[in-house]
C-alpha cells in the first residue's frame, strides 16, 4: 500500500506528494491529528478550528474523485505501525516540511522508523525551500525555476478501498480553549481561491499604498497567508496567478492600470520572501529559540520581566497603537506586517523582553503561523540577526501616520472612545481621561534610546562584525553586497565555509 500522508498542502491540486502516490491503485489520503503537536505553546485553538474547515474540505475534494480523507488521530508513529500491520506500507508520499521543532524532531524520528521497516519515504518539495543547502549562493535560480513548473494534476478518479476512519477531534477533546478570538477566518481551498481573485482583480488595487495601515490593510492585503500556512493554495500556483494577471494589467489603459502595476509588483517581492524566509529556519532549525547571531545572547537575559510581559499580552501598556493591535489581533487572529513589526519591536526595545517568549505568544494568536516567516521575522524586528538594520518603531509616530484620527484605536479600546482626535495617540496628556485607561508602563523615548545604545554598542564590537559576515553568507538573500562582506572580514570562501558548516 502506499500512503499520501498530507501536511501542510491540505489541497488535492498542484499537489506532487498526492499525485505520485495516486500513481499506485492502493493509496490511503492520511491526515494525522497529533494531540502533542497541539499541546506546543506555538498552537492554538484559532489555528486548529482552521485546519478543520481545511480537512472537511479537502474530504470533498477526495470524494468528487472517489476516496475520502481517513483522519487518525495519535503519535505518528504509533499510526504508522498500526497501518503497517494491518495492510503492510509500501511507499509514504508527503512534502518537505519545514515546520516548528516539534514536527522537525518527529521527522527525524520517523525517518528512523521508516527505515528500519523498509518503507520508502518520499518527501517531495513543494515550495522552493531547498533541503540540505550549503548556502544562499544560486538559491533565486533555483527558486524561480520551480516556480515556473506546471501545477501537479490529480487523478480523474481514484478506487475507494473503505478504510476506517475516524472523527476529526473537537478542540475541546485536544484541550484547545478558545483564547478571545471572535472573528474567525474561514478555510478550505474554495475560501482561499476566492480571496486570490478578490484580490488580484479587486481588493489589491491600492495594496502598495493600504497595506501599512490596520484601517486599510485587512481589505487590501491580500489574507492569504493562513492558505498558504496549511497549503490550500500552493505558493506556485499564487505565483503563476499573479504573474498572469501582471500581463493583464500591462495590457490595460494608463486610467485602467491605475496603481495596480506597483502593486502587483510589491504584492510578488512578498511572495518570493515566503520562500526566503522559510530557507533560513530549514538551514537552521534552531533559530525558533536561538538568537541567530551569538553575540545577542548577551542581551535581554533579566529574568524579571513578568509585569511588562503580561501588560503587553493584554494590551495594557498605555500605548494606544500597541494596545489596539494587540487587541484586534486577539480577537482576529491576524495582523498586517508593519504592526506586528511593530508589536515585536516594542516587547523587544521598549520593554526589553526576550524574543524567545514574546515570539511564542504571537505565534499562538496568529491564525497564520508559519515558523519559518515567524521566527525569522521575530529576530529581525528584535534585532538579533546581525545583519539587518535596526528598526526601533516609535509606536506614537505610528499611531500618528497609520491611523491619524484615532479610529483603528477607538474600534479596539472602548475606554478611549470619547477621548478627543487631539489627544488620542498621548491619551495621558489629557487629564480628563487618564483614569480611564492605564499610564505608559514605560517612558517611550527613555526606553527606545536605551535600547538603541546598548545594541548599537554591541553591533561596534570587532568579533560582532566577523559572525555576521558568517550570518550574511548562510541566510542572507544575495545582491551585490555578498562580494563586499567577503572582502570585509578578508576571508576566502573556502575558509568561511569549512568553519561554519
Ligand atoms: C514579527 C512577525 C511575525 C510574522 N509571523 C508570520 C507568520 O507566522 N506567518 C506568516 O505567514 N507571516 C508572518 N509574518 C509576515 C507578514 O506579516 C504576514 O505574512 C502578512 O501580514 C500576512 O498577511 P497577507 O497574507 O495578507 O500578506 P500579503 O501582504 O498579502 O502578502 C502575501 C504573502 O506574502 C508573504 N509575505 C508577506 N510579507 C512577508 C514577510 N515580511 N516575510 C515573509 N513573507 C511575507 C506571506 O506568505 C503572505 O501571505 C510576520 C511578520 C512579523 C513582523
Not at 31 to 39: A, F, G, N, T, V
Not at 200 to 205: E, F, N, P, T, W
Amino acid at each position: 500500500m502506499h500512503i499520501a500522508w498530507f501536511k501542510r498542502d491540505l489541497r488535492i491540486w498542484d499537489n506532487e506528494a498526492f499525485t505520485n502516490a495516486c500513481k499506485s491503485q492502493y493509496v490511503m489520503p492520511l491526515y494525522i491529528i497529533e494531540p502533542d503537536l497541539w499541546k506546543q505553546d506555538d498552537l492554538s485553538y484559532r489555528q486548529y478550528v482552521f485546519l478543520r474547515d481545511c480537512l472537511k474540505d479537502l474530504n470533498r475534494e477526495l470524494e468528487k474523485i472517489g476516496q475520502k480523507l481517513i483522519i487518525k488521530t495519535g503519535d505518528a508513529l504509533e499510526i504508522f505501525n498500526d497501518i503497517n500491520s494491518q495492510y503492510g506500507i509500501k511507499e509514504i508520499w508527503s512534502h518537505q516540511e519545514t515546520w516548528n521543532y516539534w514536527t522537525y524532531k518527529r521527522d527525524l524520528r520517523l525517518k528512523d522508523w521508516f527505515k528500519l521497516n523498509n518503507i520508502k519515504w518520499n518527501e517531495v518539495t513543494q515550495n522552493g525551500v531547498i533541503r540540505g543547502l550549503k548556502n544562499r549562493d544560486g538559491w533565486s535560480k533555483e527558486w524561480q525555476k520551480r516556480m515556473n513548473i506546471l501545477p501537479y494534476k490529480p487523478p480523474k478518479k481514484t478506487k475507494d478501498h473503505k478504510f476506517n476512519s475516524e472523527t476529526i477531534p473537537s478542540p475541546k477533546q485536544l484541550s484547545l480553549n478558545n483564547d478571545g478570538i471572535e472573528i474567525f477566518q474561514k478555510g478550505g481551498r474554495s475560501e482561499g481561491l476566492e480571496l486570490l481573485k478578490s484580490f488580484l482583480y479587486k481588493r489589491g488595487k491600492n495594496y502598495s499604498k493600504e497595506m501599512s495601515s490596520p484601517l486599510t490593510a485587512y481589505r487590501s492585503s491580500s489574507r492569504l497567508s493562513t492558505h498558504i500556512a496549511f497549503g490550500t493554495l500552493s505558493i506556485k500556483e499564487i505565483i503563476q496567478e499573479t504573474t498572469s494577471r501582471k500581463k493583464e494589467i500591462q495590457k490595460l489603459s494608463n486610467a485602467e492600470k491605475n496603481n495596480w502595476p506597483r502593486s502587483i509588483s510589491t504584492f510578488s517581492s512578498r511572495l518570493r520572501w515566503h520562500c526566503h524566509f522559510i530557507q533560513k529556519l530549514e538551514d537552521e532549525p534552531d533559530i525558533e529559540f536561538k538568537n541567530m547571531h551569538s553575540s545577542y545572547n548577551k542581551l535581554r537575559n533579566e529574568s524579571d520581566y513578568e509585569f511588562f510581559f503580561e501588560s503587553w499580552k493584554k494590551g495594557l501598556t498605555g500605548y494606544p497603537m500597541v494596545d489596539a493591535c494587540m487587541r484586534s489581533l486577539i480577537r482576529t487572529g491576524w495582523l498586517n506586517f508593519r504592526m506586528r513589526a511593530m508589536l515585536m519591536s516594542f516587547a523587544s526595545y521598549h520593554l526589553w523582553l526576550p524574543w524567545q517568549i514574546t515570539s511564542k505568544y504571537l505565534a499562538s494568536l496568529f491564525t497564520d503561523y508559519e515558523p519559518g516567516i515567524h521566527y525569522a521575522q521575530s529576530q529581525m524586528q528584535s534585532g538579533t540577526t546581525g545583519i539587518n538594520a535596526i528598526r526601533i518603531y516609535n509606536p506614537i509616530k505610528q499611531g500618528i501616520d497609520h491611523d491619524p484620527d484615532g479610529i483603528f484605536i477607538k474600534k479596539w479600546l472602548p475606554e478611549l472612545r470619547n477621548v478627543p482626535k487631539k489627544y488620542i495617540h498621548k491619551p495621558w496628556e489629557d487629564i480628563d481621561y487618564i483614569k480611564e485607561y492605564n499610564p505608559p508602563i514605560v517612558e517611550e523615548l527613555e526606553a527606545r534610546k536605551a535600547a538603541a545604545s546598548k545594541v548599537y554598542k554591541l553591533r561596534k564590537e570587532k568579533s560582532h562584525k566577523i559572525e555576521s559576515s558568517k550570518v550574511y553568507i548562510k541566510h542572507g538573500s544575495r545582491k551585490a553586497r555578498m562580494k563586499k562582506v567577503k572582502k570585509q572580514v578578508k576571508i576566502k570562501k573556502v575558509e568561511i565555509q569549512k568553519n561554519l558548516f
